[in-house]
């Protein structure tokens, strides 16, 4: 299933505004779990 994507294939496909704010989600959870010395 080929496909054209800036994400890797094991990422969900994110499209638009959305897109965006899921991915700034994401980046805040990761940066809260290193500060608080959880790995994901």
């Known amino acids: 299933m080929p496909g054209r994507t ?5 990422l969900p496909k994110f499209t ?14 990761e940066n809260a779990c290193r500060i608080n010395s959880i790995l994901i």
């Open 6 to 10: 800036r994400v890797p294939n094991n």
């Open 16 to 29: 638009g505004k959305r897109g965006e704010d899921v991915r700034e989600w994401l980046f805040q959870i």
